[in-house]
């Protein structure tokens, strides 16, 4: 059996019988290496495989939302920054100088104290003039029952048309969303002014140049509530009793 000689740091394996023992070492340790260096990539995938699925710095790690500024929108004011206010009218000089207005109207149109006189006067578009329409109600100095309400359409030469008149005792009109609305109150021979049996509310539309009526609703009050009794009649309130 031979020995194992060498030179330097090269080892040399000679003979058959040593020769097994080499040749499987080389075996094992070539098959030791091919081991580890899959190991090796098994580990290098499982870290990659944990970051992408766990939190970290992953692909798939979408994180808190960031601390962005939220954008507001804010409505546009173009459209009240555009509107004109309607023109005022001297509603006073334009009853007295209309010859639709009836001269008894006219005759008890004076100021209730100073230069405060029982008009009222509402502005909206409701015939669809060149600007806004007026609608003037005249009241009675006293209790200002209405006698009567005026609708005064514009011009283009800046002068008004009176289109709608309507002169009874208690009657009312304003503007309701473009259309004309009129309540007059109802009596019977009993009733007196403060208590009215019921009232009719006539809603106009314009069409055509003219007012048409397009509704009409009757109310019907409860006559034993209120009617005849005064303040007066009310229980005066007492005092809690003292100890």
Not at 104 to 113: E, H, P
Not at 162 to 189: M, W
Not at 215 to 221: A, I, L, M, S
Request: charged share 20%; aromatic share 6%; hydrophobic share 35%.
């Amino acid at each position: 059996m031979r020995g194992l000689t060498g030179s330097g740091d090269d080892d040399t394996v000679i003979g058959t019988t040593g020769g097994g023992r080499a040749g499987a070492g080389r075996r094992l340790l070539t098959g030791w290496a091919a081991s580890s260096a899959a190991l090796a990539g098994l580990a290098a995938f499982g870290l990659f495989a944990v970051s992408c699925s766990t939190g970290g710095t992953g692909t798939r790690d979408e994180g808190p939302a960031g601390a962005e500024p939220v954008v507001q929108v804010t409505p546009s004011t173009t459209a009240a920054a555009t509107a004109k206010p309607a023109p005022r009218v001297d509603a006073v000089a334009l009853l007295k100088a209309d010859p639709k207005v009836s001269g008894r109207v006219r005759m008890d149109l004076k100021a209730c104290s100073g230069d405060e006189y029982p008009v009222d006067t509402s502005y909206g578009r409701i015939t669809g003039g060149p600007s806004a329409d007026v609608v003037v109600n005249v009241m009675t100095c006293g209790d200002s029952v209405g006698v009567g309400t005026y609708v005064y359409r514009p011009r283009t030469d800046g002068t008004y048309e009176n289109v709608f008149a309507v002169e009874q005792p208690a009657v009312y009109g304003t503007i309701d969303r473009g259309d004309l609305v009129v309540t007059t109150q109802v009596y019977e021979k009993k009733d007196s002014v403060a208590y009215p049996s019921g009232d009719e509310v006539i809603t106009y539309h314009w069409a055509s140049g003219r007012f048409n009526e397009e509704d009409r609703v009757r109310n019907d009050f409860n006559r034993a509530v209120g009617a005849g009794a005064g303040d007066g009649d009310l229980p005066e309130p007492s005092e809690p009793p003292r100890n």
